[in-house]
């Protein structure tokens, strides 16, 4: 049985994706962006991986929007608590 974090996590890791997917980016591209490797974005989006607060800012960054607007985007579609 999964914890809720684990939920959680699995949640954000998809709401991750579809923000990806909107904005036209590959794992690939994002990874490069964010100065991580491959896996880890792979990890993320899978909810496999926690990613610190500076790989998020970096993330938000790639997005181009603030941190704050992509846990917003996370919270209004209803993937998290």
Known sequence: MQSSFENELKQ???EIKT???SKKITQ??????CD????TIQRIEKGEF???LR??????NAFEMSLSSLIK????????D
Do not use: C, H, M, Y
Request: charge should be positive; aromatic fraction near 6%; proline fraction near 3%.
């Open 36 to 39: 991580v490797d491959i896996r």
């Open 73 to 80: 985007q996370v919270e209004d579609a209803g993937n998290l």
């Open 19 to 21: 923000v990806r997917k």
């Open 12 to 14: 954000f890791g998809t």
């Open 50 to 52: 926690n990613p610190s």
């Open 28 to 33: 690939l591209q994002l990874s490069f962006l």
């Open 55 to 60: 790989v998020l800012v970096r993330i938000a």
